[in-house]
């Protein structure tokens, strides 16, 4: 929660859904497998599109934010303002991918895979 108390103003830290944005990426940062990362993921989308977090606008030096995006700006200023938070949660989301946190390794082991395949396919036919 520091984190994002961290890129809010004083006022906006009582809000009563903003736990749940703490739970959401903790668990998606904190996934050691596959499914749990999809579901957090999941969790995560569905939170950020569960409507408005105040009944007025939150307005930031930058941009105003109306009540269809203000969860969505919400956590792209908690990113912003602390990068190894955001450094996580992209190492998250590469692993879903299969990238280098996911075990680039295993990706590319099923990359061989497939291309023995094709070959003995090729050389059949």
């Known amino acids: 929660m520091g984190c994002i108390h961290a890129a809010l103003p004083p006022s906006r830290h009582q809000q009563k859904n903003l736990p749940g944005l703490a739970r959401r990426l903790s668990a998606l940062i904190h996934a050691d497998h596959l499914p749990d990362r999809m579901d957090a993921w999941l969790s995560l989308n569905a939170w950020l599109s569960g409507g408005k977090l105040w009944d007025d606008v939150y307005i930031d030096s930058a941009d105003v934010h109306g009540s269809a995006t203000q969860r969505f700006a919400v956590l792209m200023d908690v990113l912003a303002a ?9 190492r998250a989301l590469r692993a879903i991918g299969g990238g280098k946190a996911a075990g680039g390794q295993r990706q590319r082991h099923q990359q061989k895979g497939a291309a023995a395949m094709l070959h003995g396919f090729k050389r059949r036919h």
Do not use: D, M, S
């Open 82 to 90: 602390n990068p190894p938070l955001a450094a996580a949660l992209r």
